[in-house]
């Protein structure tokens, strides 16, 4: 699956990468923060893509990032 | 305060407007 993903991401244009991770990674957020979802996954998929490919590879980085995500977004808005 | 337009979000199927700063 991994090579897969790589594979496909290749392939891509920049800007097809960027789209392909966000609709990988959305899900996995959403089922993490269903309010915020649209935010974070926009704001994470600001890192490189490198980064974004480890997320969708290791939950415990994704649930990381996300949790960062969370505490920049509530700062922001408070 | 002023509404805040970051970070853009992202919506599955809709072009993502954070496409315009790569």
Redesign the interface.
Known sequence: EKSLIASTLASAS??EQ??ML??WL??LIQAMNPTLA??I???L??MDNSELLHMLESPESLRSKVDEAVAV?QA??A | GSSINWPPEFHPGVPWKGLQNI
Do not use: N, Y
């Open positions: 920049p800007e960027k789209i966000g609709e959305f899900p649209s935010k996954t926009g704001m998929l600001e977004l922001c808005q």
